[in-house]
């Protein structure tokens, strides 16, 4: 189902009326369909032909052309259609960014086009608006053969999100997710970098741009385990190595990349774990049919400490953003454990994602990004890294809509971050403090802001993510400034978008 503004599909109910009953009608004729969905003659109520009315004038819509999604039905509230099509697995971008099928052969790229064309050809020539035509909205099955769908309005940038979500303007202290969907790669790039956008609403636009989807449990977000749990302040995880490393250790990594297919690593979150993380909100029948066919509740991990050291995946988003997932529904399994230093869900989701906002973890971010989706997932930079991901490697002569992406081709810019002044490196002397769009207060990064000392950040007095309240002396910003500045600079010259220059430009004036 999608949704869209109530203009876009004022013709598109009629259309799908119309193409229901022309092919009724040409049933009745035994006549074959026509490649412009009109139909030669018209049924009576007996079910015989009545010869001598007249043809129906031709439906300006969808009618039943082979090219064009087919619209099962449509439901309108006061607000707008949800409009119901046959489900395609896959779609011309997903072909693209997770397949070499179309790559490999002319003939196969050729026949695409072709049947795109002949779409965009009857819907002009019926007086159908498509709308923007984009490679998600090219639909195509096992054998290739094309489906472009109506005007379909995306909920993330429906003309109600983007009159309530205006575009960000710098400088911002961390925006909101949907404040992101305005900004291409390097404008994300430049805006974190310069602390302007938060550690979890860039991540989160990252895995979009990557192709992944929420609530897919073969391609869900991921984000970085920051802690260990394993006391009141928790160790820092090393974020230049994958989770998976730091599970199963190099030599074990190194016995897998001597196999047929040399890898290091299968996946950066599995279906399994993916479930497992899950397990308090997903039914049971859902979780014996992924996870194991036998319900043993004391297999799945009790506290998010025994979660840490049992995974070999990333982590999801809703352990930083959704407490209700540690709230199990079923009687003989466990809530899911939070650490001693959290009262609550809400309280550990909340100092969680101080953790992640932290100077500490955003010192060393760029790191965890680019094993994930940087240079380090190919070439030697991934065989140095032990970072060979299998998907990466793999012959993709198949159609597939799930995989890994690679974003960036070079070592991805480090981020402002104002000097550690403590000696103990599980200490953080400012968090960054999330921006309006979070619920959190806005203020200016002190490398952004100039010598001026940063804001006190209101918390919780008893995280362990957040050091007591003082004041960090000035310190000048004009060397690490100019650094960072040449460093995004050059880095923004690699990327493929017109305006990386440009942003990078903006940033150095």
């Given at each position: ?228 749990f394993s006391s009141a302040l928790g160790q820092w ?107 609550s869900p809400e309280d550990f989701i909340e100092q ?158």
């Open positions: 189902a999608a949704t869209s503004s109530t203009d876009d599909f004022a013709s598109l109910a009629p259309a799908g009326r119309d193409a229901e009953a022309e092919t009724a009608d040409e049933a009745e004729d035994g006549k074959d369909t026509s490649s412009s969905g009109n139909s030669s003659g018209h049924s009576s109520g007996d079910g015989e032909t009545d010869i001598t009315a007249p043809a129906p004038p031709p439906a300006a819509g969808f009618g039943s052309f082979h090219n064009l999604e087919r619209v099962l039905f449509v439901l309108e509230s006061p607000m707008a259609f949800f409009v119901f099509t046959e489900y395609k697995r896959y779609s011309l971008e997903s072909v693209l960014r997770f397949s070499d099928v179309l790559s490999q052969s002319m003939a196969k790229r050729l026949f695409v086009i072709y049947q795109i064309a002949l779409a965009l050809r009857h819907c002009h020539q019926n007086g159908i608006v498509h709308g923007r035509l984009c490679s998600a909205h090219v639909l195509v099955d096992e054998h290739l053969c094309v489906h472009v769908s109506g005007v379909r309005g995306n909920i993330q940038a429906s003309c109600a999100v983007q009159q309530a979500v205006p575009r960000p303007q710098f400088p911002l202290r961390g925006t909101n997710y949907y404040c992101t969907l305005a900004m291409s790669l390097s404008q994300l790039v430049t805006g974190w970098s310069q602390g302007f956008v938060c550690n979890f609403d860039y991540l989160m636009a990252l895995n979009r741009l990557a192709g992944r989807r929420m609530h897919d449990p073969n391609n869900h977000y991921v984000l970085p385990w920051v802690t260990d995880r090393n974020l230049s190595h994958t989770k998976f490393r730091i599970n199963k250790g190099d030599q074990q990594l190194d016995i897998t990349y001597q196999s047929i297919i040399p890898h290091h690593i299968s996946d950066i979150l599995s279906e399994v774990t993916y479930f497992v993380y899950l397990a308090r909100r997903t039914a049971r029948p859902i979780l014996q049919k992924h996870v194991r066919s036998a319900w043993v509740p004391e297999e799945y991990p009790s506290s998010m400490q025994r979660m840490y050291e049992w995974t070999p995946d990333e982590c999801i988003p809703e352990f930083y953003s959704d407490a209700s997932i540690f709230t199990s529904l079923h009687p003989d399994l466990c809530d899911i454990e939070v650490p001693a230093w959290a009262s969680h994602r101080d953790a992640l906002e932290s100077d500490v973890v955003s010192r060393e971010l760029h790191n965890w990004i680019d094993i994930t989706f940087g240079y380090k997932l190919s070439g030697p930079a991934a065989v140095q890294a032990k970072n060979v991901c299998l998907a990466l490697v793999m012959p993709r002569t198949d159609l597939a809509n799930v995989g890994v992406v690679q974003l960036f081709g070079l070592p991805h810019p480090r981020r402002a971050c104002a000097p550690i002044e403590s000696t103990d490196p599980r200490r953080t002397l400012a968090t960054s403090p999330r921006g309006a769009g979070d619920g959190g207060s806005a203020t200016a990064h002190p490398s952004v802001a100039g010598s001026a000392s940063p804001a006190a950040v209101s918390s919780p007095a008893s995280s362990p993510f957040v050091a007591p309240a003082s004041t960090p002396s000035a310190h000048s910003t004009s060397s690490p400034t100019a650094a960072l500045a040449a460093q995004v600079a050059f880095y923004a010259a690699g990327l493929s978008s017109p305006t990386a220059a440009t942003a990078a430009a903006v940033f150095v004036v």
